[in-house]
């Protein structure tokens, strides 16, 4: 073995730098890499894109139209109208047998 300039006798010193990555030569890799990452950002494009339009079409309802449980609300304060009628006609009742019981 013949002494190299850098002082080793004959080993190789390995840099971790290969020249081939996924099988392909390193530029092929690298247009590769960048080709995958342009991929990942348009994905990630149309995923926004995508929620944007679902939560505009979302907000496009008719403002005046109320709200979802309109109906059950308009019972709910029918039924309270009712039962302060019922309410004053039994008063009324007890008060009319109070006043024939005396």
């Known amino acids: 073995m013949q002494a190299r300039r850098d002082g080793t006798a ?9 020249n081939t990555a ?3 030569p390193v530029r092929s890799a690298e247009m590769l ?3 995958i990452r342009e991929e990942v950002n348009m ?11 679902v939560l ?4 496009c309802g008719d403002p005046g139209s109320g ?3 309109k109906d ?5 304060d ?12 039994s008063r009324q009742q007890r008060r009319q047998i109070d006043e024939m019981a005396q």
């Open 22 to 24: 996924y099988g392909l």
């Open 72 to 76: 059950q609300t308009d019972m709910i």
């Open 56 to 59: 505009v079409c979302a907000g």
């Open 10 to 18: 004959g080993a190789q010193k390995h840099s971790g730098i290969s």
């Open 33 to 35: 890499d960048s080709i």
């Open 43 to 53: 994905q990630r494009v149309r995923l926004i894109a995508g929620i944007s339009i």
């Open 78 to 89: 029918k039924s309270r109208e009712v039962e302060t009628t019922v309410l004053d006609a």
């Open 67 to 69: 709200h979802a449980w």
